[in-house]
């Protein structure tokens, strides 16, 4: 158990379609990054928040958004689904800024499926 | 532009066998790397971390290696077991912007019986 926790494990929906991904970091833990990934591909950063603030944006989409709350959690926003959305999508969270030891912990991921 | 390249994309060999998983990156200002491990459909969890002074990390039957002037790590795993079979990511650490991760594409290996 990396101590981050994602819900829902699956969601199911439908095209067009707006849905929120949820995830806690590690206790202590400033740090979150949300990644996707579609099936049998790498993982591809979407969107970094550091202690509530936006720190880093990859490739997301901007029909996806998400935020982190005062209470460290996140949520990653994603509306109007297509079915190229279907994947499974991973929130980590990291160690406070900075350090050489750094270290990424992943929660399970939410696999979503639009239909 | 921060980049993190991984060799072969999959790979498959039988019990028992040694293999060498490459990445070169061009990630700048290096922080750290590390290897993951991703079980099908699991988060990844890390193996090993190599900074910039280290040359050779082991884990068990894992030994990750990294040549800071080439910009290239390979991990070696030994005597391969079942279980081995999942995605190896190398994953390298930027020195600013709150250590932003820049993923590899992964290896995907398999270990047959």
């Known amino acids: 158990d990396s101590g981050v926790t994602q819900t829902p494990k699956h969601l199911i929906t439908a095209t067009g379609q707006r849905v929120t991904l949820r995830c806690s970091p590690r206790s202590g833990d400033l740090s979150v990054y949300w990644y996707q990934q579609s099936l049998d591909q790498g993982l591809q950063f979407l969107i970094q928040?550091?202690?509530?603030?936006?720190?880093a944006k990859g490739n997301i989409l901007e029909r996806f958004s998400a935020q982190q709350f005062p209470d460290l959690h996140s949520e990653l926003n994603l509306s109007s689904l297509e079915l190229g959305d279907s994947a499974l999508y991973f929130c980590?969270?990291?160690?406070?800024?900075?350090?050489?030891?750094?270290?990424?912990?992943f929660g399970q991921g939410t696999r979503l499926t639009v239909v | 532009k921060n980049q993190v390249e991984q060799s072969p994309q999959s790979l498959i060999i039988l019990e028992g066998k040694n293999c060498t998983l490459q990445?070169?990156?061009?990630?700048?200002?290096?922080?750290?790397l590390r290897w993951y491990k991703q079980d099908t459909g699991r988060g990844p969890v890390s193996l090993t971390i190599?900074?910039?002074?280290?040359n050779t990390k082991s884990n068990g039957r894992y030994t990750a290696t990294l040549d800071a002037d080439t910009k290239q790590s390979s991990l070696h795993i030994t005597a391969s077991q079942l279980s081995d079979s999942a995605s190896y990511i190398c994953v390298v650490s930027v020195h600013n912007a709150g250590n932003m991760l820049t993923f590899g594409g992964g290896t995907r290996l398999m270990v047959k019986p």
């Open positions: 190599m900074t910039f002074s280290e």
């Open positions: 928040y550091y202690n509530g603030e936006e720190r």
């Open positions: 990445c070169n990156y061009t990630v700048s200002p290096f922080s750290n």
């Open positions: 980590a969270s990291s160690a406070p800024l900075g350090g050489l030891g750094t270290e990424a912990f």
